[in-house]
């Protein structure tokens, strides 16, 4: 089945929304398969957002990347990196409907919580990029309680 890579960033782990943040996507139906706390460097965050290496944003972002402990993720699930684009909301909080969680719990751009794959191809190599050690294989029970 699909999946998508989520990180927490640091802000999200300072101001303590790690839980908040990973019950909004359990309480979808998405299954974790995949959860770590680590502290990447800057060679790694510049791999991480590499797409972006040409934005004015991009040593601010790295900088902002490697504060802190992130959270790193792996969720499964029927569309999950589309949804879980929706769940998260839009890169610019001041745009990001109520009830997303950038919407809910950010104000500036540079300090938007939480990361989320943008297409089933980046969540490939992130997943590959953040989790070498490989995810657990495993299936959640409450499956047929989710699916037709
Ligand atoms: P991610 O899930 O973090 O990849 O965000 P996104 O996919 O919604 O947006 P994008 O990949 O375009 O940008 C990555 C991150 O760079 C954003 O989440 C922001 O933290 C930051 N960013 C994007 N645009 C701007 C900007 O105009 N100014 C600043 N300061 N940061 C930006
Ligand atoms: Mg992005």
Redesign the pocket.
């Known amino acids: 089945m699909e999946q998508t890579f989520i990180m927490i ?1 640091p802000d999200g782990v300072q101001r303590n929304l790690v839980g908040e943040i990973i019950g909004r996507f359990e309480k979808k139906g998405f299954t974790l398969k995949g959860l770590k706390l680590l502290t990447v460097d800057r060679a790694f965050a510049e791999k991480h ?1 590499a ?2 290496s040409a ?1 004015p ?1 991009f040593n ?2 790295v900088e ?1 990347i490697v504060s802190g402990p992130v959270v790193a993720m792996v969720w499964e699930g029927k569309n999950v990196v589309v949804t879980g ?1 929706k769940i ?1 909301g ?3 909080p001041a745009e990001s409907a109520p009830g997303t969680i950038r919407g809910d719990y950010a104000i500036d ?2 300090r ?1 919580v ?3 794959s ?1 297409a089933v191809e980046s969540a490939r190599k992130e997943i590959a990029l953040w989790f070498p050690e490989g995810i657990a294989e495993w299936r959640s029970s409450v499956h047929s309680w989710i699916y037709e």
């Open positions: 960033k957002y797409d972006l934005k944003f601010g972002l902002y684009r998260i839009a890169t610019n751009i540079g938007n939480i990361h989320g943008d």
